[in-house]
């Protein structure tokens, strides 16, 4: 068995993050973001960390603790932004359409052939040797 890497965090740079597309998600402001790490990368460059992308998205938000249109409070609501795919071990639930085909396996074997498979008869070469013990 490999050892299997492990799950992105906030300190992995874009260069080294699994996945085609970074997601962003804040349940606290309802905002949302998916974006391809290539698009992510020729902007900030490959060596930027999730967790400053993560802070960006939180910037972006009226929630956010750097946002000085808004009063500061100490008990108040905060942005909820985070990436969900940082800490998982494993590829994110991406849609159908992103994730590409699944092999399922074994699948083939519930199908009838459209014609009986041809029986393989093996000629024995070198005379009737005993076999087995
Ligand atoms: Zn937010």
């Not at 699948?107 to 008869?121: F, K, T, Y």
Request: with cysteine; net charge positive.
């Amino acid at each position: 068995m490999s050892n299997p890497a492990p799950p992105p965090d906030d300190q992995t740079s874009l260069r080294a993050y699994p996945y085609v597309v970074v997601r962003f998600r804040c349940m606290v402001c309802r905002r949302q973001a998916d974006v391809r790490l290539a698009v992510l990368a020729a902007k900030f460059g490959p060596n930027i960390t999730l967790g400053r992308l993560v802070g960006m998205f939180i910037d972006g938000c009226w929630w956010s603790p750097r946002n000085l249109a808004r009063k500061p409070q100490k008990y108040g609501m905060k942005c909820g932004g985070h990436c969900p795919d940082l800490y998982k071990a494993g590829p994110p639930d991406l849609p159908p359409s992103m994730a590409g085909l699944t092999l399922i396996e074994g699948g083939g074997d519930d199908m009838l052939p459209a014609e009986p498979a041809p029986i393989e008869r093996r000629r024995r070469v070198g005379g009737d040797w005993e076999e087995g013990g």
